[in-house]
């Protein structure tokens, strides 16, 4: 974080700090080498205070194709003056940014791509051929050219390339580029050891089977009724897998009536079997509900659900239980403790027990212990019933035994057909539908 940002959040006014007003712009695309040199226009953006503007501009060119990343926007990162940088010299395959960080407004003026591009000279060929691609599809018909003289291999790799600030109005965009073309060494080093330019993370490999491509992120939610009411679960960044990987989607509903939690997961994951779909419920009404649905597919982008009814729409929907006689304290706490102070509920009729214990969850991205109280029907006091992987997720329940309570419970904070009945009308009665699939995260 910038320090006049740190200031301005701390609400220390720094005199001759303002908000900027920046150029705002982006573009990731394949161009033909004979449209260059390029221009282009912007719209304008007003920063939040203590921000900068930047620009940023990479050319990668290969034979006849240039692939061009464009960003211009607000940024917290350091000032600095132009910079050209050549991260591969040609012949054959090159990259070259410019970047810039700027505090003044509407800084971020360059408008043609000429600081990176000038028409090359003739270059005398030589004797090796590769097959020439820049794609974010299939190089499977790339045409083989004949090399520049000083070209001694030919590179097949791809990259991911994400561009992304903490700019509200950029949103993460990722591109999977297949590359091929000449290069003057051996070796998959295309981006000699670069990793960020400006805003902009490369990812390379050249691992034939490391193709894959997955959407990738975390998402936790607690409310009071998503056990009934499906929430958008997407994302706008992607991740290139490493060898054997696959992708996966994981979700995993909690619900104790007042309370419900939802955490999902998206990326890349080792798995034992290529291609499955798991919808479990783990522990089931009447009482605490926990459900999951866990994918893990082989196709790029494969992990595509776009919300949370891919798990609440394969769940029953009984009739609400009759309310019964126990009456159980109920709390649903993600990073905290719950406490003596929890409200009391009466509990459906056909449960004999209240839990009290916490769940740990690990993998995916997130590391997250969630304390539970609620109505319990079995005996046991488990709510995963031994289950120690549910998708991605490795997961550890710490539980105390199950508590019969003792003479008259005192009076409920909230009746359960009015809080915890909204979901077992949901739920009640719900089998396990498949087997959860095991996963070492």
């Known amino acids: 974080m910038s320090p006049f940002l740190l200031l301005a959040l701390l609400g220390i006014t720094v005199p001759g700090v303002q908000a900027l007003t920046c150029y705002w712009a982006t573009l990731m695309s394949v161009k033909n080498a004979s449209e260059l040199p390029l221009q282009w226009t912007a719209s304008q953006k007003h920063c939040e205070e203590g921000w900068s503007c930047q620009e940023v501009l990479m050319l990668m060119e290969n034979g006849p194709y240039v692939y061009m990343v464009l960003i211009k926007g607000c940024t917290q990162a350091a000032d600095h003056e132009d910079l050209i940088t050549q991260h591969r010299a040609g012949p054959g395959l090159s990259i070259t940014s410019y970047t810039r960080v700027c505090r003044e407004d509407l800084c971020n003026h360059l408008f043609t791509s000429l600081p990176l591009w000038a028409p090359h000279p003739p270059t005398a060929l030589g004797s090796v051929r590769c097959p020439v691609c820049l794609s974010a ?88 009724d998503l056990a009934q009411k499906p929430v958008t679960w997407s994302t706008n960044t992607e991740q290139l897998c490493n060898r054997g990987e696959v992708c996966q989607e994981t979700l995993l509903l909690i619900d104790v009536g007042l309370r419900s939690l939802l955490v999902g997961s998206k990326g890349c994951s080792k798995a034992r079997t290529q291609d499955s779909q798991a919808i479990s419920t783990h522990s ?138 909204l979901s077992l009308a949901l739920w009640c009665g719900a089998p396990s539908l498949l087997t959860p699939f095991p996963h070492d995260s």
């Open 137 to 224: 599809q299939s190089c499977r018909s790339a045409a083989e050219l004949t090399c520049p003289a000083e070209s001694t291999h030919c590179y097949s790799g791809h990259l991911l390339l994400r561009a992304g600030e903490p700019d509200r109005d950029l949103r993460n965009r990722s591109t999977h580029l297949r590359v091929q073309g000449c290069m003057s060494q051996a070796g998959c080093n295309l981006l000699n050891g670069t990793q960020e330019i400006g805003p902009i993370s490369l990812q390379e490999t050249c691992d034939s089977e490391a193709m894959l491509i997955c959407h990738r992120g975390n998402m936790l939610q607690t409310s009071q």
């Open 284 to 421: 089931g009404p009447p009482g605490v509900l926990v459900a999951s649905f866990a994918r893990f597919c082989t196709s790029d982008r494969c992990n595509s659900a776009a919300s949370s009814s891919v798990l609440l729409n394969s769940l029953p929907r009984p009739a609400a239980p009759a309310p019964g006689d126990l009456q159980c304290p109920t709390c649903l706490s993600v990073f905290g403790s719950c406490t003596q102070n929890s409200d009391t509920v009466t509990c459906p009729k056909g449960t004999s027990h209240c839990y009290q214990g916490h769940i740990s969850l690990r993998g995916g991205g997130l590391s997250s212990p969630v304390d539970i109280q609620g109505c319990m029907a079995q005996p046991s006091s488990s709510l995963l019933n031994g289950t120690q992987n549910i998708g991605v997720f490795s997961v550890i329940e710490d539980r105390d035994e199950a508590i019969v309570p003792d003479g008259a419970a005192p009076a409920p904070y909230l009746a359960w057909v009015a809080g915890l009945g």
